[in-house]
């Protein structure tokens, strides 16, 4: 699966985002999704992550009532909403993919998924 990441800039606070994760080379019907960031000088931090049907949704505190994500199964995408966003949003953004079963839970962890996207550069403006 290839994984390409688009829809980063740079905004002001308070503004909103829309990334988009389009996958190719293999359906991603069967796959978690999930959303990654990584901040100058910081460790990578999960943000979100949805199950193959789009039912079931997990967000980092750090994002919820913030950020949404969906997928759109037919479109071969991933969305991730982004508002209300803060100077510590900034970071390059990445999707990644896996067909493993776990917990819940296990989704936020960045050695769960298999395939990753080459990441896309949010910057939030104060």
């Known amino acids: 699966v290839q994984l390409q990441a688009c829809g980063g800039g740079l905004v002001q606070a308070g503004g909103s985002l829309r990334l988009s994760c389009a996958a190719s080379?293999?359906?991603?019907?069967?796959?978690?999704m999930g959303w990654f960031r990584r901040a100058p000088g910081k460790e990578r931090e999960f943000v979100a992550a949805i199950d193959w049907s789009g039912g079931s949704t997990l967000f980092a505190d750090s994002v919820k009532d913030r950020f949404t994500i969906s997928r759109d199964n037919a479109k071969n995408t991933v969305r991730l909403q982004m508002s209300s966003l803060k100077p510590e949003d900034t970071a390059v953004y990445y999707c990644a993919a896996t067909d493993r079963i776990m917990p819940g839970l296990f989704r936020k962890r960045g050695s769960m998924y298999e395939y990753w996207g080459q990441g896309t550069q949010v910057t939030v403006s104060s």
């Open positions: 080379g293999r359906t991603l019907s069967g796959y978690v």
